[in-house]
């Protein structure tokens, strides 16, 4: 009895140890959902392994030492009695002890395959009796609002089908938990609970409490003299939680960000001269309730230091160290800057890339002086073989043709390889938009140290567009537009497309075509047809008024040639057919069918008609900008003439020239100046009095949206009638006018803008603010033949009205009056606008890529206007894609 009982101690040990084991894995799943087939995880733990040992009378003394005659497995429903003895040591035929009855205990538990295991034996007759782990039927997430199934399911290891068990359990649990404290939700909790099937099968539940997003409440800085808090805070990417900083992402707390501050803070200071700065530590602590978290920085400044001695050592036959050191933009003297020191490196990089070195190596050695405070720098470029261009290899291209890829490669196989062509070379294939952004192209070694192989692994994305979009602008109205275009036909890199457009004002229909390649030459085509119905209008009582209707159909032909890598010209053909008319019933005299000057004035009258345009022109473009859609550095000019007068109805030669210029200061902010100007000169006189030979069509006219601060075709000549109240007192506010623009012959414009940086959540919204200044002006027209309007009155009523030439002599009284006829002034009109001097306005706007579509919002302020122009201080434009 002694010696059984013993053993039955043993066993009860190991049990108890298992027990307590399996009631600490339970309480992650402790709680129920609110029904009876909800099993509580603490169930779970009261059914884990009484892995005892029965006592039985017919057990001896020799228990401890009896020869184990059978193994059973009861209890096995998945798992066959062989897999199950594979775990365990115990063999028939070996001596049975408690010693060895625990070690099976614990390695089948080892296996995490089984909810419970007892073990008992029975004169030599051992039996097992397992319980497996059920199956799990499915994962299923509760309460997760911010972070969407899709993103936490890759995170979580335990899937359908597999077998359940709790260290799966308390690992997903701490992944979940990681997932949500790397979007700064560091109050999350996670809550695993399971669901009882039959057949021995459970959901997993995962209630997910996600908490408030921890913010920044503060950042302290110890330890920093020359600087202040608010300059290295400055410098930092995580913010401190403002009200004016609600739509920054920076404000929450990110551990990956507090060590990439740290970074910043060095490279501030080491651009500033401290070359023994260093960040002592960094704690981030979090506040009681689990909301914010407050950072201490502790810093050591150190001493500043200035350059000594720089100098350039090369191994290189076409560099010169000497003649390279002079040009060199640190000199001794000058404040040491780590940054300057990285961007020489890059510079002589490039500069042996540009002579063919690919693999030249540049090393800086510091040679630092504690006791005079200098750092000497000697840059070494080590010896490289001049290489050439040994394969070009393109990959991923399933749609587009290889040579659509390899005919903007600016080097060939052979050539001697060139940085510069390179670079040149990756930014013209992104300039394609056929494929994602983030591409470059690699540079690997080749089969000798002399040879290179450059490989353009590119990745498609869809270049077929089908948008149909409604909008509302504050020049046109309501706006219908859809189109559809695919800008790489076939693979081929032609731009097929055909566009609609509907508002108030306007309506177009066009097809276009380009092929940037004929016949796989640098020589590109495009054509267009068209049709454009355009009504032009007026301001009448605040009210806008339809004046003209100009009715264009045509098309136009282009072609293009490269002169060097950077300047192209574009010589076109154009063969428009225009009519232009008036509202009949508005501005035609009932009684001769024709136009009435008192009514439309004589500048109007003598526009309509049907015209033939055909042009021939010229654009020379010079264009180095990184990026057409978004520039942020470069400059582009173009200079164009067109002649019309190869047959048709007009006759004029009109010049243009633009050019602009961007700047990236740093930060994101990019500064950019543009300016544009032209000028029209007619070929043929019409010799019409007061009419000037550049048909309105044809003239000039500037306003919104080319100059914010002033309505559309705010600015320039223009002819203002004004009328009489019945007491002969002449209305001059504008409101009570009749405003016609008529445009000039020549123009300029100039624009001045600075974009400002967001933080990195108004940029995911697509916001892009900027600053700016416009300056403008439209003159050089004739002067037109102005009226003055009488009403004929009789016994005080109107009948009739009468216009004749401004200065001339009122008309006679109505003869046809019965009673009294009388004359009384009616309008008079004033020319306006027509002169050189600038208009200027500044103000803010903002860009918004918004969820409806493209929205521009600008507030300007008029500071220089002319007599009759037309400000206007808010405008904006809005437009949805569905």
């Known amino acids: 009895m002694k010696g059984r009982t013993m053993a039955h101690s043993t066993e009860a040990h190991s049990t108890e140890a298992h027990s307590k084991t399996a009631r600490r894995s339970a309480a992650l799943l402790a709680g129920l959902l609110g029904s009876s087939i909800l099993a509580p995880a603490a169930a779970l733990a009261q059914d884990v392994p009484a892995a005892t040992s029965p006592a039985s009378p017919a057990l001896g003394a020799e228990a401890a030492s009896q020869v184990i005659q059978r193994i059973d497995v009861q209890g096995a429903q998945r798992l066959e009695p062989a897999t199950i003895l594979s775990y365990i040591r115990l063999r028939a035929g070996q001596a049975y002890s408690g010693a060895a009855a625990d070690q099976a205990l614990k390695d089948l538990f080892a296996t995490e395959l089984f909810a419970d295991v007892q073990i008992r034996n029975e004169a030599g007759i051992v039996t097992i009796q397992v319980k497996e782990n059920p199956v799990v039927n499915r994962i299923i997430f509760e309460g997760n609002k911010r972070l969407k199934e899709e993103k936490i399911s890759p995170e979580v290891k335990l899937a359908p089908r597999q077998i359940f068990t709790r260290s799966k359990v308390r690992a997903d649990v701490a992944r979940i938990i990681e997932l949500y404290k790397r979007q700064g939700r560091f109050a999350a909790t996670v809550e695993p609970k399971m669901v009882m099937l039959d057949q021995n099968r459970v959901d997993i539940v995962y209630e997910i409490s996600e908490g408030p997003k921890s913010k920044v409440r503060q950042i302290n800085i110890l330890g920093n003299e020359v600087f202040s808090d608010g300059d290295l805070r400055s410098e930092m990417v995580t913010k401190q939680a403002r009200l004016f900083r609600f739509m920054s992402s920076n404000t929450s707390y990110d551990p990956d960000r507090l060590a990439y501050d740290q970074q910043k803070l060095r490279q501030f200071y080491l651009t500033q001269g401290y070359a023994d700065f260093r960040v002592v530590s960094a704690v981030a602590e979090l506040t009681p309730d689990k909301h914010d978290f407050i950072i201490t920085y502790v810093v050591e400044e150190g001493k500043r230091y200035k350059f000594g001695d720089v100098k350039v050592e090369s191994q290189l036959r076409d560099f010169d160290g000497d003649v390279l050191a002079k040009r060199l ?31 030249a190596d540049v090393r800086p050695n510091y040679n630092r002086s504690k006791d005079d405070l200098t750092m000497g720098i000697t840059f070494q470029i080590g010896e490289a073989p001049r290489v050439y261009v040994e394969r070009i290899d393109v990959n991923g291209n399933t749609l587009t043709q290889d040579k659509v890829i390899r005919r903007e490669f600016r080097l060939a196989e052979g050539d001697a390889f060139n940085s510069l062509q390179v670079k040149r070379s990756t930014n013209r294939i992104k300039s394609l938009g056929y494929f994602q952004e983030k591409f470059d192209v690699e540079q690997k070694p080749g089969s000798a140290p002399d040879r290179i192989v450059l490989e353009a692994n590119v990745e498609e994305k869809p270049t077929g567009e089908l948008q149909l979009s409604a909008g509302f602008s504050s020049i046109e109205s309501f706006i219908l537009q859809a189109s559809i275009q695919q800008r790489n036909f076939r693979g081929r890199g032609q731009t097929v497309g055909v566009s609609a457009s509907y508002s108030r004002y306007s309506k177009s229909v066009e097809l276009n075509f380009v092929e940037p390649y004929v016949f796989d030459r640098s020589v590109s085509f495009g054509a267009n047809v068209y049709r454009r119905d355009y009504n032009s209008f007026n301001y009448l009582n605040s009210n806008r008024n339809n004046l003209y209707e100009q009715k264009t159909t045509g098309f136009q032909l282009r072609l293009g040639v490269p002169l060097t890598e950077y300047t192209s010209l574009v010589g076109r053909y154009t063969l428009n057919f225009d009519d232009v008319s008036l509202d009949q019933a508005t501005y035609y005299d009932p009684s001769t069918g024709l136009c009435d000057p008192t009514r439309a004035g004589r500048y109007l009258c003598d526009a309509i008609g049907k015209r033939t345009s055909s042009i021939l022109g010229a654009s020379f473009i010079y264009d180095t900008l990184d990026n057409r859609a978004r520039p942020s550095r470069g400059n582009t000019m173009s200079v164009s003439a067109d002649f019309a007068g190869l047959g048709g109805s007009v006759s004029y030669v009109r010049a243009r020239l633009n050019a602009a210029k961007y700047f990236p200061l740093g930060k994101g902010f990019i500064f950019s100046l543009s300016a544009e100007a032209g000028a029209i000169r007619p070929f043929k006189h019409r010799n019409i009095a007061g009419s000037d030979d550049v048909y309105l069509t044809d003239r000039f006219y500037l306003g919104e949206p080319e100059m914010r601060g002033f309505d559309i075709r705010g600015i320039g000549p223009r002819v203002l009638r004004q009328f009489y109240d019945a007491n002969g007192v002449l209305l001059t506010d504008r409101e009570n006018a009749q405003d016609d623009a008529i445009g000039g012959r020549n123009y300029y414009q100039g624009r001045a803008e600075l974009e400002i940086p967001l933080g990195s959540g108004a940029r995911e919204l697509g916001l892009r603010p900027s600053i700016f200044m416009d300056i403008g002006s439209v003159w050089g027209i004739t002067t037109p033949s102005l009226l003055d309007g009488y009403s004929l009155l009789c016994d005080g009523v109107a009948t009739s009205t009468a216009a004749v030439p401004q200065g001339g002599a009122a008309p006679a009284p109505d003869p046809s009056c019965a009673g009294t006829a009388t004359v009384a ?58």
């Open 825 to 882: 002034p009616a309008f008079s009109e004033f020319f306006l606008g027509n002169t050189v001097k600038p208009r200027v306005s500044v103000g803010v706007g903002v860009n918004w890529n918004s969820p409806f579509g493209p929205f521009r919002l600008d507030f300007a302020k008029t500071l220089l206007k002319q007599d009759g122009d037309d400000p206007k201080t808010f405008t904006f434009n809005v437009g949805t894609q569905f």
């Open 329 to 359: 933009p640190m000199k001794q003297g000058d404040w040491y800057n780590a940054k300057l020191v990285e961007d020489t490196i890059d510079s002589l990089n490039q500069s042996a890339g540009a002579f063919g070195y690919a693999f």
